[in-house]
Nanobody, 115 residues
Framework: QVQLVESGGGLVQAGGSLRLSCAAS????????MGWYRQAPGQQRELVAS???????NYADSVKGRFTISRDNAKNTAYLQMNSLKPEDTAVYHC?????????WGQGTQVTVSS
């Protein structure tokens, strides 16, 4: 079994920054891609950013230039640096990791950006 635990969410004013972390633990042989999704109340879950094991990244248009995804393969951890936050970034952010047999999801961490 694999567990993903997110941390780093919270309340921040518009224009501020937060750094999310996602630590994977358990029966891990090799993690492929990792990513961050978010879901705001009443809205569909959307991909925020993803990163392959080799470091290739992909971002939603709405966060390009403001968010940076990174990972530490030795620590089985992914990060999401969020700068210039906007009220519309308010959501629950979930981490995901792709392993050989299936994808895993974390419980999520709340990010609230006040105007």
């Amino acid at each position: 079994q694999v567990q993903l635990v997110e941390s780093g969410g919270g309340l921040v004013q518009a224009g501020g920054s937060l750094r999310l972390s996602c630590a994977a633990s358990g029966s891990i042989f090799r993690i492929g891609s990792m990513g961050w999704y978010r879901q705001a109340p009443g809205q569909q879950r959307e991909l925020v950013a993803s990163i392959t094991r080799g470091g290739t990244t992909n971002y939603a248009d709405s966060v390009k230039g403001r968010f940076t995804i990174s990972r530490d393969n030795a620590k089985n951890t992914a990060y999401l640096q969020m700068n210039s936050l906007k009220p519309e970034d308010t959501a629950v952010y979930h981490c995901t990791a792709s392993l050989v047999l299936r994808d895993y999801w974390g419980q999520g961490t709340q990010v609230t950006v006040s105007s």
